[in-house]
């Protein structure tokens, strides 16, 4: 994670140590490390240590640590490992914390999870809109995905890849009510949208994409801003990437972040950077009558 981090982090003076944290803990995530043995292993007080930290990656050591446990079991999962194996090879202590913190980070279970969603029930619609295409997914929890673009098919198809094992139904007509918020979004009639999702993100992701809904209606940041605004400064790549696994455009307004020079990352492909611009003009447009 700290090759994500900007030019200002990289000459931060504790950025050595922090980088060395951060392979102690990739090298122990098996152990699950506490505080107090982490900051005992490099001879620092567990408040100096923790605040360092968290004043370079924007989270705390705990979290980092949760993080990587969490990416190991997906990789696991994604192999073919058998839920069981997978928790204590990721270091899970009890079947009760992974899925407790499943449903925090994943939006379903580790099984649902590493199977594509098998399992899952997901209904979706594609809409036309005046900006194009608009994909809306949910689950019995709340929305999974929300894309806009040009084309159904395409939608269709990253809706599909995303949940490969899932039951995908697709309904006709709008779903309910959450599409005719999304639709009335669109228009400019309802600015501000709280609708239940359903989406899997880790405690970094989270915190970029709180300070997203943040963001006035009509209004826009840029990477560094938002990086400082989480308590990262220089931080700006890390932001970037964390914004653009955001599969909820306008729940979680992507949009609304750009570069110091008015365009998206190049994370972005052509596609994902027309949603971009047209959700960003539209807001702007509604916001000036």
């Known amino acids: 994670m700290l090759t994500d981090l900007g030019r200002e982090q990289a000459r931060h003076p504790h950025v050595e ?17 506490t505080l107090d043995e982490i900051s005992a292993a490099f001879h620092m007080s567990p408040f100096h240590l923790q605040r360092t930290f968290k004043r370079l990656m924007g989270i705390t050591p705990k979290q980092y ?41 994943l939006g ?7 199977k594509g969603g098998e399992g899952m ?34 939608l269709e198809a990253r809706l599909r890849e995303e949940y490969r094992g899932a039951t995908i139904e697709k309904h006709k007509v709008g779903m309910c009510e ?25 405690a970094f992701q989270w915190r970029v994409w709180q300070a997203l809904r943040e963001i006035p209606y009509g209004e826009t940041r840029t990477y560094g801003e938002i990086a400082k605004a989480i308590g990262l400064p220089g931080g700006a790549n890390a932001v970037a990437k964390a914004i653009h696994e955001n599969p909820t455009i306008m729940l979680i307004p992507c949009h609304r972040v750009t570069r110091e020079d008015g365009q998206p ?16 003009t539209n807001e702007q447009q509604h916001t000036q009558k």
């Not at 140590?17 to 490390?33: F, G």
């Not at 993080?67 to 090879?89: H, I, N, P, Q």
């Open 178 to 202: 959450w599409v005719e918020e999304l639709l009335e979004h669109l228009k400019g009639e309802r600015p501000h949208l709280d609708l239940p999702l359903d989406i899997q993100a880790n």
């Open 108 to 114: 379903m279970t580790p099984a649902t999870y590493g």
């Open 17 to 33: 140590l922090v980088r060395q944290v951060c392979q102690y803990i990739q090298a122990h995530v098996e152990d699950s490390p």
């Open 65 to 105: 640590a949760e993080r990587r446990r969490l990416d190991a079991l997906k990789s696991l999962l994604r192999e073919g490992e058998s839920v069981t194996d997978a928790m204590y090879s990721a270091g899970y202590g009890s079947s009760s914390r992974l899925y407790e913190q499943a449903a925090e980070t």
């Open 265 to 280: 990352t190049e994370y972005y492909d052509d596609r994902e950077r027309f949603s971009m611009q047209a959700l960003r």
């Open 121 to 154: 029930h997901i209904h979706y619609s594609v809409v036309p809109c005046h900006l194009g295409e608009l994909l809306i997914a949910t689950t019995e929890r709340g929305i999974c995905a929300v894309h806009l673009g040009r084309n159904n098919l395409e």
